[in-house]
């Protein structure tokens, strides 16, 4: 079956720039999850939804993130007027439920900002 | 808050040596613990897991056991292989809050 799937792989923008990036979760995955990464660095929790209900975006670093999940399957994270230190690897994972379950990981999207 | 420490890297071994990676946490409640794994080009993978004190997670010949005395939740493997190296992150997640929670990563270099 299908894993966690993301798009674009890579993404370069200049200062400024507003850019989208797709999750495509398991199918049937209540949970989603978005990570970001910084190059040698453990990931960062940004936001978690279940179904289309965000209920936690504890860790947007600023109000230009946000990210949505309309229909409770495909989420885009959104960063508006991207500045150089947003550079890094936006991770998307997926899980049946939430709590204890195994959190299922996408390749990432690795966003260079210029 | 919580949080998660471990060991820093690069580690560098010789295949068929032992390997230990360690790991300890601090947490409110019980939190489940994780180890995932990213090799080369490939995203994070489960390794291996353990949801209450004194389970040992294993997988692929790697075990971990959920200390809670000592707050920790170390990585072992008897015997390494090449195919071994890869970046390896400690992880923790409980009660209600879902969210993983990471330590730094350790690089393992498994040398022929």
């Known amino acids: 079956g299908a894993g966690v799937s993301q798009s674009p792989r890579y993404k370069v923008a200049k200062r400024g720039q507003d850019v989208a990036l797709r999750c495509d979760p398991i199918?049937?995955?209540?949970?989603l999850f978005w990570y970001q990464q910084a190059l040698g660095q453990g990931p960062e929790f940004l936001t978690y939804f279940q179904n289309e209900a965000q209920l936690d975006k504890s860790g947007l670093p600023s109000d230009r993130f946000f990210a949505e999940r309309p229909e409770g399957s495909v989420s885009t994270l959104k960063i508006q007027r991207t500045q150089q230190e947003d550079s890094a690897v936006y991770l998307c994972a997926s899980s049946f439920s939430g709590g204890s379950e195994t959190q299922y990981f996408g390749p990432g999207t690795r966003l260079l900002v210029l | 808050g919580d949080s998660v420490t471990q060991m820093e890297g690069p580690v560098t071994l010789s295949e068929e040596a032992f390997l230990t990676i360690n790991c300890t946490y601090t947490?409110?409640?019980?939190?489940?613990l994780f180890w995932y794994v990213q090799y080369p080009g490939e995203g994070l993978q489960l390794l291996l897991k353990?949801?209450?004190a004194d389970d040992k997670g294993s997988n692929k010949g790697f075990e971990a056991t959920y200390r809670k005395e000592t707050t920790s939740f170390h990585l072992e493997k008897g015997s390494v292989q090449v195919s071994d190296s890869a970046v390896y992150f400690c992880a923790l997640t409980g009660g209600n809050n879902r969210k993983l929670i990471w330590g730094l990563g350790t690089s393992l270099a498994v040398n022929p």
């Open positions: 947490a409110t409640g019980y939190p489940s």
């Open positions: 353990a949801t209450k």
């Open positions: 199918s049937g995955h209540v949970s």
